[in-house]
């Protein structure tokens, strides 16, 4: 029998409400957990887990990470302002369970990143992207980017980014990168403020390895938001196509278009 998990947080009243509904609801039928993230207490997840994410974006990129880790599906529900990543508003929610329960909605596999160095001990997921960006105020970073063996353009940007279609409409987006159709297996590399350089993204297919060098100074290493190492002069991020991906579960209540059309219109109000 399926177990599900909700990961919420604890400082999300709404979601902890929806979170105890949905306990109440499935009680008789389904084990539920809720997992906080503000804890950050270890949960355990199988395969057969259906992890529900309540929050925004933010909160379902940390529960993609818990179901990435045990290859188990995850349901987004929009409680946030943007949701580019969530297609499940809240008043749908038992509905979407249900459905999911009953393994009566599509399962999109989003193309994920796995970000490792030889240079340091780094070996990091995320869905998103990854940022070699500067760690000084005031300073460029400098980094040289290969595509595979071909070397190709050198960098004087306050960061560079490698993104997937799914996070194309996260720091990507803000940067001035494209827009991709989530389900698209590719990779984009976005400069952040380039300064006398080619401004703009380069796209490639998943199965490229990306390779980020830090010149002349230090940088950061940050993943879908979260600083996870620096680089020192010299050194390297290598960026490939996690081979497990991430199993989105797919509704027909929101598609990309209107997600995007209402986050432009809150952007302007």
């Known amino acids: 029998m399926r177990d599900v998990v909700v990961v919420a947080y604890a400082s999300r009243e709404d979601a902890l409400i929806l979170a105890r509904g949905l306990e109440a609801r499935l009680a008789q039928s389904v084990a539920v957990r809720t997992y906080l993230v503000d804890d950050d207490e270890l949960v355990d997840v199988s395969s057969d887990t259906l992890v529900v994410s309540l929050g925004g974006d933010g909160t379902f990129l940390r529960a993609a990470r818990l179901a990435h880790q045990a290859d188990a599906e995850i349901l987004g529900v929009n409680l946030g302002r943007v949701g580019f990543l969530l297609s499940v508003p809240p008043e749908s929610l038992f509905e979407e369970v249900d459905r999911a329960l ?12 796995r970000v490792t160095s030889s240079d340091q001990p780094i070996n990091e997921f995320c869905l998103n992207e990854v940022v070699v960006e500067r760690d ?4 460029m970073v400098r980094v040289r980017s290969f595509i595979g063996e071909d070397e190709f353009l050198t960098y004087s940007a306050d960061g560079v980014m490698v993104a997937t279609a799914t996070g194309s409409t996260g720091y990507n987006f803000s940067a001035g990168g494209p827009v991709l159709s989530p ?15 080619i401004d703009r993204s380069i796209v490639v297919g998943s199965d490229q390895v990306i390779r980020l060098q830090t ?3 230090d940088a950061a290493i940050v993943a879908d938001g979260k600083l996870v190492g620096q680089l020192h002069a010299g050194e390297s991020i290598m960026v490939s196509n996690d081979p497990r991906g991430v199993k989105v579960l797919a509704t027909e209540k929101l598609g990309l278009g209107s997600r995007l059309r209402h986050s432009l219109r809150e952007g302007h109000a």
Request: proline share 6%.
């Open 183 to 197: 389900e698209l297996e590719v990779l984009v590399l976005t400069p952040v403020a380039p300064h006398f350089t």
């Open 102 to 113: 009953a393994h009566q909605l599509a399962t999109e596999l989003r193309v994920a990143l």
């Open 215 to 217: 010149l002349d100074r």
């Open 136 to 139: 000084q105020i005031g300073h």
